[in-house]
């Protein structure tokens, strides 16, 4: 079964810093997803980014980019000129296609963005 | 993306009642899944709905407590029956557009059980 790690609980950083959230996965599928998305106070799930596992170039959106090294089973996700909007509770998810679509999600981390 | 609006936002209800949440896509959908998240924890997916056929339920959830219906494309309902504490909780549906496409979530429904 695909397992999902977020080993950091809690995160912080100044307005305008950068900072990563780190994810490790396990499984043996060869062909998959991963997510990352973003859970503000507000409760509504965001998704940020998405990677397809057979693609080796990192996907990039506007301040987000990941870091996704196969072979380790990393996918971590950098944020750029951290805002205070980015204040929430970031989760790591696991798609293996054609098996209902299932997500399977970290435990998440709580990033707090400072002024 | 699609927009999903989920009813109602958040309750109160007394123990040994049941509460059933709403679900309401402005697209049609194949599939619609329902999760769970205790007080700050994880999202758990509870079962998986598609128009036509039985919703598939993950290990740990049983129909008889979490009923769910899916009449259409685009709109589904979760029951939570017989409430306790122990289901308090947020409760969210989510959408997939297609095979291999992510999933985009309603805003949740906040669930207190006294």
């Known amino acids: 079964a695909q397992t999902v790690t977020q080993s950091q609980p809690e995160m912080s950083v100044q307005e305008a810093e950068t900072v990563t959230l780190s994810c490790t996965y396990d499984t043996s599928e060869n062909n998959y997803y991963l997510f990352w998305y973003k859970q503000p106070p507000s409760r509504q799930m965001i998704l940020v980014i998405r990677?397809?596992?057979?693609?080796?170039q990192n996907a990039t959106e506007n301040r987000f980019s990941v870091n996704f090294q196969k072979a380790a089973k990393s996918f971590s996700l950098k944020i750029s000129d951290s805002q205070l909007g980015d204040t929430a509770m970031y989760f790591c998810a696991f798609m293996k296609p054609y098996d209902t679509d299932k997500l399977i999600f970290g435990t998440g981390t709580r990033l707090q963005v400072f002024p | 993306s699609a927009v999903i609006s989920q009813k109602p936002s958040r309750d109160i209800c007394q123990r040994g009642t049941s509460l059933t949440i709403q679900c309401q896509v402005d697209?049609?959908?194949?599939?619609m899944f329902w999760y769970r998240q205790q007080p700050g924890q994880s999202l758990t997916l509870i079962a998986t709905?598609?128009?036509?056929?039985?919703?598939?339920?993950e290990s740990g959830f049983v129909i008889d407590k979490f009923p769910i219906s899916r009449p259409n494309l685009t709109f589904s309902t979760l029951t939570v029956s017989n409430m306790s504490p122990e289901d308090s909780s947020i409760y969210l549906c989510?959408?997939?557009?297609?095979?291999?496409?992510?999933?985009?979530f309603g805003d949740g429904t906040r669930l207190s059980i006294l």
């Open positions: 989510s959408v997939s557009g297609g095979s291999n496409q992510p999933q985009h």
């Open positions: 697209s049609q959908v194949t599939m």
């Open positions: 709905a598609n128009q036509g056929s039985e919703a598939t339920y």
């Open positions: 990677q397809e596992a057979y693609k080796q």
